[in-house]
T-cell receptor
Framework: EAGVTQFPSHSVIEKGQTVTLRCDPI?????LYWYRRVMGKEIKFLLH????????ESGMPNNRFLAERTGGTYSTLKVQPAELEDSGVYFC?????????????FGPGTRLTVL | SQQGEEDPQALSIQEGENATMNCSYK?????LQWYRQNSGRGLVHLIL?????REKHSGRLRVTLDTSKKSSSLLITASRAADTASYFC????????????FGQGTTLQVKP
């Protein structure tokens, strides 16, 4: 079974540009999560999809971030326009159910650098 | 921050020694989980302990949970060089939210 995959693995962009990150969850996992770790800080929750619906987007930092999951399969996270403080590692995770004991399986992350 | 500190932030030991990492949290929890992250890789789930459990074992891992002190510890016994990684605790709240709240992590280096 393939794990969670993320693309690209690294992205370097200029401030003000747009970047789109992609996450492919494990097949059959209805729940998809985005997290990020900015330099030196803890990993923080961004949002949670159940199928194509946003279950919880309380962690989205501002309206420069837009997450979509059309069709309930893969998800994209767009940052437009990117700012310096957006640099960090963006992780995606998926789980079959959203019960509290369900394991979230993480992808390798996308390292975003905004110059 | 909703999560407390992980202690120590960095730990360096020799192969064969035991490594203990601590985690504190601030809110009431349903469970607490430990994850490992090898450099450049994703987080790997290690072990989950429910709020009504005090201790749990999995192979060379031992986790304790003290809900009165809002703290947990992860013990890795007989460490190996391959255990070199960052270790994070993460909590799930009392509601049925999918959100994990992470600590800042402990970076463990095991020298061969």
């Amino acid at each position: 079974e393939a794990g969670v995959t993320q693309f690209p693995s690294h992205s370097v962009i200029e401030k003000g540009q747009t970047v789109t990150l992609r996450c492919d969850p494990i097949s059959g996992h209805d729940n998809l999560y985005w997290y990020r770790r900015v330099m030196g800080k803890e990993i923080k929750f961004l949002l949670h999809f159940v199928k194509e619906s946003k279950q919880d987007e309380s962690g989205m930092p501002n309206n420069r971030f837009l997450a979509e999951r059309t069709g309930g399969t893969y998800s994209t996270l767009k940052v437009q326009p990117a700012e310096l403080e957006d640099s960090g590692v963006y992780f995606c995770a998926s789980s079959k159910r959203q019960f509290s004991t369900d394991t979230q399986y993480f992808g390798p992350g996308t390292r975003l650098t905004v110059l | 921050s909703q999560q407390g500190e992980e202690d120590p932030q960095a730990l360096s030991i020799q192969e064969g020694e035991n490594a203990t990492m601590n985690c504190s949290y601030k809110t009431s929890i349903n469970n607490l989980q430990w994850y490992r992250q090898n450099s450049g890789r994703g987080l790997v789930h290690l072990i989950l302990i429910r709020s009504n459990e005090r201790e749990k074992h999995s192979g060379r891992l031992r986790v304790t949970l003290d809900t009165s002190k809002k703290s947990s510890s992860l013990l890795i016994t007989a460490s190996r060089a391959a255990d070199t990684a960052s270790y994070f605790c993460a909590t799930r709240g009392s509601s049925n939210t999918g959100k994990l709240i992470f600590g800042q992590g402990t970076t463990l280096q095991v020298k061969p």
